[in-house]
């Protein structure tokens, strides 16, 4: 997986490389798609969700410049694997969650490895987790129709917001970066596809 779509496709920052490498993601992934855990494809998970693209996972990790000492906030942990992974990467990670089976899983499964710098909550993702604020990184791992306020607000001065915007059924890759003023400089990475942000700054639910 790291050298066949990591490594040819352009990731070089030798952490993320390193960390990819190290953690493994069939842990998380439900048997009947273990064999899929490492394709150059999202995987299927609980709750109608999916584990994100390894190069796609990838992409935003390096694009977030994660540094050892940032304090860092995971929008959609999911399986937890890009939890563990941001885990490798940084100090402290926080990790929000909409949906409470996921988060309890997730948190299991990263107790049981071993990580401790890692505190997932049930909350709505669209508005953060203001109570640990600010953040170094922020990574979305689900579509907004636009950047919300409350997690540009979340960031620390210089910080990086790496989010899909756009609408349903495509995306654009951001990175955004914290100016001095409160405002972001904004830079388009790719075209992506993620699951919606259900939320009050994200899409509405259906149900």
Excluded: W
Aim: with cysteine; aromatic share 6%.
């Amino acid at each position: 997986m790291v050298e066949t779509q990591l490594r040819k496709r352009g990731i070089s920052d030798a952490r993320v490389l390193a960390a990819m490498s190290k953690v493994p993601r069939h842990e998380f992934v439900d048997e009947r798609h273990r064999a899929e855990a490492y394709a150059d494809h999202p995987v299927p998970i609980a709750e109608g969700q999916t584990a994100s693209q390894p190069y796609i996972i990838a992409a935003m990790l390096q694009a977030a410049e994660i540094k050892p000492e940032d304090r860092v906030l995971e929008i959609g942990a999911g399986s937890g694997y890009q939890t563990a992974l941001l885990s490798e990467l940084a100090a402290q990670v926080y990790a929000v969650e909409r949906y409470a089976t996921l988060a309890d899983q997730a948190s299991a499964k990263l107790a049981a490895m071993g990580y401790s710098n890692i505190n997932i909550v049930v909350a709505d993702g669209s508005l953060g987790f203001p109570d640990s604020a600010p953040y170094h990184a922020i990574i979305v791992s689900c579509a907004a129709p636009r950047v919300p306020p409350a997690l540009l607000a979340q960031l620390a001065p210089n910080g990086r917001l790496v989010i899909p915007i756009g609408q349903l059924e495509e995306q654009s890759l951001q990175l955004l970066r914290k100016l001095p003023d409160g405002t972001a400089s904004s830079r388009l990475l790719e075209s992506c596809r993620f699951v919606p942000l259900i939320g009050e700054q994200g899409f509405k639910s259906s149900t």
